[in-house]
């Protein structure tokens, strides 16, 4: 364990606390200021009243998209396996053209239909409420190993700072209930400008400053192994599917969907898919930092303290408090964006007739931080990384009724439910049998190596959705007026 430093302690603090006071006030703040505004109201609360322009959504859907998962798990992989860490690339290349085709067409249906989750979409669409119940729990259960990572960037930073014990965990955890039961969705979207800049100084100096510390990016990547920077034999295959696979999940969460409903617009969306990519060049100085960490001598068993111990390796105490107070704030943000989006899916799909559904809402996301308190404490994933990729196994079963359901190509409810089921239990049994591991071996002649189990189970998925369709055909009813606009989005 570290000794605690004071001046990085308290300028941590400064900025960390400072954070969290200012994103739960601004619910209290907006009631008292603005008449116009019920500050109390739920659609207030989960959604920020579904007023948000092109600039408080591009931090917001930016600020709950680049997590932790960025600063700490992303540079822990290259440091540990070198050139496959950079999946992550492309993977968010991918993603911004399934943004602008898909997104507005989601949203439109949303704002035209009052629905505020990807369970109310499906519900409106296949007009069966045991789907909308299991796309609803899936995403409850997919988001908690994504908070989980949140929850260890926090702890990693506060461990790096000289805490001792549990100590950090339990900060990590009372720190992000508290920011998120008072603020509501208006607390990550006002401080999501905050999260942002700070990481943005981070890297920035990072990047610049330690390779001069380091003899310059020549000898950086001198001092790294140049088997790490390239894949290896074997690794193009998990590479190009862990990629697909997460760029296909990655709106599908309940806390990515959240932003994107909160727009303004369906042209606020596509003005952020096409200006969003300036995230991609920052993840990318942000992975190299694996590489950074390897030249200047940091030698660890934990990756995830790679960045930590780096910041505090180069930099002067103070300016390292306010990198790790800026990784920390990087995770809490998003965290309660997506403890918000899982507590949407109990109030509109699992408990619909609650009296109060501020008060169902904060309780349920108090619960789903509990549990990802528990994947954090019981899941042995081997990087933070994992946590992240298991969320995507789940997720993704999804992705037949929400995505595939926007087709023209009617499909019955039945079928998907058997699809969701299948592969659901599959990339989960899977998952078990190899240790929690987000690939897995197959061989099917020229096609042969590991594959993403997400992916996997998605086809499965399709596949027997395919199958089902043809024994339980959809029903040919009357167009409704919701399921016109779900065919014929503007």
């Known amino acids: 364990m570290n000794a605690i430093n004071p001046w990085a302690l308290g300028v941590f603090i400064l900025f960390f606390a400072a954070t969290i006071v200012i994103g739960s006030s601004i ?10 505004t019920n500050a109390s109201s739920h659609e207030e609360w989960s959604l920020g009243g579904r007023g948000f322009g092109p600039w408080v959504t591009w931090f917001l859907v930016g600020g709950d998209f680049y997590t932790a998962y960025t600063v700490i798990a992303v540079p822990a992989l290259v440091y540990a396996v070198g050139a496959y860490g950079f999946f992550a690339l492309p993977y968010t290349i991918v993603v911004y053209p399934f943004i602008f085709l898909v997104m507005p067409k989601l949203w439109k249906i949303a704002r035209e239909g009052g629905h505020s989750t990807a369970a109310d979409i499906v519900r409106a669409r296949f007009d069966s409420r045991a789907l909308e119940i299991v796309v609803a729990l899936t995403g409850l259960v997919a988001v908690m190993p994504y908070i989980a990572l949140q929850l260890i960037g926090i702890r990693t930073v506060i461990q790096a700072l000289g805490l001792p014990g549990d100590l950090p965990l339990v900060i990590a955890f009372l720190s992000l209930a508290a920011y998120t039961w008072l603020g509501g969705l208006h607390a990550p979207a006002l401080t999501a400008f905050i999260k942002d800049i700070m990481i943005y100084i981070a890297v920035l100096v990072a990047v610049t400053v330690i390779p001069l510390h380091t003899g310059g990016y020549g000898a ?16 193009g295959l998990p590479y190009a599917t862990l990629a697909l696979s997460s760029a296909l999940a990655a709106f599908l969460y309940p806390h990515t969907l959240t932003g994107i409903l909160a727009s303004r617009s369906a042209d606020t969306i596509r003005q952020n898919a096409v200006f969003l990519p300036v995230y991609t060049i920052v993840l990318g100085l942000i992975a190299m930092l694996g590489f950074m960490a390897h030249a200047a001598g940091i030698v660890t068993t934990n990756n995830s303290m790679v960045v930590p111990m780096l910041f505090q390796k180069v930099f002067p105490a103070w300016f390292a408090g306010f990198c790790l107070a800026a990784i920390a704030v990087g995770a809490l943000v998003p965290a309660a964006v997506m403890a918000i989006g899982a507590a949407n899916l109990v109030t509109s799909n699992l408990l619909p007739t609650q009296k109060d559904p501020v008060r169902t809402s904060r309780l349920t996301s108090l619960l789903v931080k509990l549990g990802a308190l528990v994947c954090v404490l019981f899941l042995n994933a081997q990087f933070a990384i994992d946590f992240q990729l298991l969320g995507g196994v789940f997720i993704l079963q999804t992705f037949p009724a929400l995505i595939l359901g926007l087709l023209k190509i009617r499909f019955s409810a039945v079928a998907m439910l058997s699809g969701w089921l299948i592969g659901t239990v599959f990339g989960v049994s899977v998952c078990w049998m190899d240790g929690l591991k987000p690939i897995h071996p197959v061989n099917f002649g020229l096609f042969s190596g590991n594959v993403s189990t997400g992916l996997l189970a998605l086809g499965v998925n399709i596949l027997i959705v395919l199958v089902v369709s043809v024994f339980y055909p959809a029903k040919k009813t009357a167009t409704t007026p919701q399921q016109d606009s779900v065919e014929n989005p503007a």
Do not use: C, D, Y
């Not at 619910?27 to 116009?36: A, D, E």
């Not at 950086?220 to 690794?235: D, M, R």
């Open 220 to 235: 950086l990547f001198a001092s790294v192994e140049h088997a790490q920077t390239i894949l290896k034999p074997g690794q």
């Open 27 to 36: 619910q209290w703040i907006r009631g008292l200021f603005s008449k116009k």
